[in-house]
């Protein structure tokens, strides 16, 4: 289940994008963000990808002088969440 929620206050809008998905060990939270980087090589082929995602779209919130974190619970699901300043 994906959920996607936004909320706006005077400064900024907040992108909330969560799933009910595998979840990210608190090591790899750290690192997810970095080209090139995917949590658990041994499943890498299973999943695919190429850890370019979250790199761009970092690089992209970053011009726009936003925020991005994550907040994620292995076994149980990821959000990440954009702050955009308005
Ligand atoms: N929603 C998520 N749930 C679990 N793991 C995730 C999620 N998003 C990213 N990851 C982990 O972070 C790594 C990097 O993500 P990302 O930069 O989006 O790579 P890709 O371009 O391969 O999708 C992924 O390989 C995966 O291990
Ligand atoms: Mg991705």
């Known amino acids: 289940m994906i959920n996607v929620s936004i909320k706006q206050d005077l400064n900024n809008v907040t992108v ?4 009910t998905g595998i979840g990210i060990s608190p090591e790899d939270q750290d690192r997810i963000f970095e ?19 979250l790199a761009i779209v970092k690089q992209i919130v970053s011009l726009h ?22």
């Open 35 to 53: 080209r090139f980087f995917k949590a658990d090589r041994s499943h890498s082929r299973k999943y695919g990808g190429s850890g370019m995602g």
């Open 16 to 19: 909330r994008i969560s799933d």
């Open 65 to 86: 002088k936003g925020d991005i974190r994550v907040e994620s619970e292995p076994g149980q699901g990821t959000t990440i969440i954009i702050t955009l300043p308005i």
